[in-house]
C-alpha cells in the first residue's frame, strides 16, 4: 500500500521568503513522486516529478524538491514567495502493485503569500 | 492542442437521480482516473482504467459506476446509491507506467 502525509493544510509567508512545503510518503515499492499545484476551480498542473534519475529535481516557476530515502521525505521548496504562488499544492506517489498503477495524493497544502 | 475535456463545468441534479459525467482526451493515453475532491481531504481515487474494456475500483467506488468502451473516453455515473455526492470531480489520464497524471478542469457537481 501506498499513502502521502502533508504536513500543515495552510502555509502563510511573506512574499519574497522562503516556501517550504512538506511531504511524506510511504511506499512498499520504490516511488514516483509528484508535486502539482491548483488554482481555485480548476484542475491539477504539474510542478515537478521525480523518477529516480536525480534526488534534487527542479519543475516550473521556480520550484524544487529534494528526494530523501532515508526520510521518506519529498518536499517542495522555493526561495522567494510571489504573489502568484498562492494556490493549493498536492504531493502524489505513484506505484505499480498487481501489475496495475494506483497515484494517491495527499490531502493538500493552501499557500498563501503576504503582500 | 490535446488535453482531456470535463463537460460540463457545473452540474445540478436532484436526490435520487443518476447523473453522468463526460471525461474525453485527445492525448493517446492509455490510462485514464477519476478523482473526487472535497475540502480538506485531497483527490480520493473513485476508478481507473488502465485499457480499453478494463477498470478497477479505487478507493470510494461505492455509489459510482464507469464504463471505458474508448480509449478517447471515461464517463463517470453518479448514482442514487452514493450518499454524498456533491463534490468536484476531476478526471485525469497518463501515458503508460508511472509518468505524470494529465487533469480536466474538473466538473462541479451539486445535488439537493
Known amino acids: 500500500a501506498q499513502s502521502v502525509t502533508q504536513l500543515g493544510s495552510h502555509v502563510s509567508v511573506s512574499e519574497g521568503a522562503l516556501v517550504l512545503l512538506r511531504c511524506n510518503y510511504s511506499s512498499s515499492v520504490p516511488p514516483y513522486l509528484f508535486w502539482y499545484v491548483q488554482y481555485p476551480n480548476q484542475g491539477l498542473q504539474l510542478l515537478l516529478k521525480?523518477?529516480?534519475?536525480?534526488?534534487l529535481v527542479k519543475g516550473i516557476n521556480g520550484f524544487e524538491a529534494e528526494f530523501k530515502k532515508s526520510e521518506t521525505s519529498f518536499h517542495l521548496t522555493k526561495p522567494s514567495a510571489h504573489m502568484s504562488d498562492a494556490a493549493e499544492y498536492f504531493c502524489a506517489v505513484s506505484a505499480t502493485s498487481g501489475g496495475y498503477q494506483k497515484v494517491t495524493f495527499g490531502t493538500g497544502t493552501k499557500l498563501q503569500v503576504i503582500p | 492542442d490535446g488535453g482531456i475535456t470535463q463537460s460540463p463545468k457545473y452540474l445540478f441534479r436532484k436526490e435520487g437521480q443518476n447523473v453522468t459525467l463526460s471525461c474525453e482526451q485527445n492525448l493517446n493515453h492509455d490510462a485514464m482516473y477519476w478523482y473526487r475532491q472535497d475540502p480538506g481531504q485531497g483527490l480520493r481515487l473513485i476508478y481507473y482504467s488502465q485499457i480499453v474494456n478494463d477498470f478497477q475500483k479505487g478507493d470510494i467506488a461505492e455509489g459510482y459506476s464507469v464504463s471505458r468502451e474508448k480509449k478517447e473516453s471515461f464517463p463517470l455515473t453518479v448514482t442514487s446509491a452514493q450518499k454524498n455526492p456533491t463534490a468536484f470531480y476531476l478526471c485525469?489520464?497518463?501515458?503508460?507506467?508511472?509518468?505524470?497524471?494529465?487533469f480536466g478542469n474538473g466538473t462541479r457537481l451539486t445535488v439537493t
Open positions: 521525480y523518477t529516480s534519475a536525480a534526488t
Open positions: 485525469a489520464s497518463r501515458d503508460g507506467g508511472n509518468s505524470p497524471l494529465h
